[in-house]
């Protein structure tokens, strides 16, 4: 998928240093840079040796392209507000795209939401919907076999809170895998951008798991849950720009609806196992 914005739209950023341009390259890439050094170090021109340096270029071609979208975004100091979005049809179109729908270990996805008349959410649509697809991407990935991807969908006050949970369909309702299934090339980088995408709409995610935190998740890990939280109506002057959303009483608004997102999502999780 292309992704492009229109460069004019863009305020002017401050050149990146080297510490900040290595951060965003990330690991995933610098590894990836030394393997392809290697081989192109060691070419023989051999067959087999021409297979594999085509597959690993096409494995850095594509964290190259994560590396562009992260460094669009990186410039941006902006919240988005191009678009009114109602959250409920962004995650219906993007249920039948996650992954284990078929197979020996597929799961099922079940979409909770709490009002039909939901206040739509200032944002960008086709940014939005990659950030929503990989947390949930991550989050069917992370899933028991044959278990359930349970999504609830609330509004508390001026906020909408997202809360997914991975659920096995056995006493052991919590569980999830040691090990997540393999993620593909760039989840690191995909991750990276997906929090970048959720601040630039003003809001936050919290990740549950083998990690509590996705700001300090490297990307490929197990996780059981997340709550994703992000204001309704446009934005005004004191949350227009990200460098100026932390403001602490709109974060302890924000906590108090995740919060109570989460004990309303536990309240019905105890109520109605999924079946």
Known sequence: MNLTLNAATLPVAPKVGKSAFLKLLGGEVRQELGRFTALLRELNHSAVQRAVLLRRAAVLDTLLEEVSKLAELDQRDEVFSDERLALAELVRDILPQLPRLTGEDAIRYALNISSKDMAPIYGHGTWLRQALQTLLARLGRSCPPHGSVIIDLRQIGDFIVLNGRAAADTAG???????????????????EICLRIIALHGGKVKLGGLRQELATDGGGDAIDAITLTLPTGAPIADRSRVSCTECRIADQAMQYARDLATVMASGAVSDNPPR
């Open 173 to 191: 309702m919590y569980a999830v895998p040691a090990t997540a299934i393999a993620a593909p090339p760039g989840e690191e980088l995909r991750t």
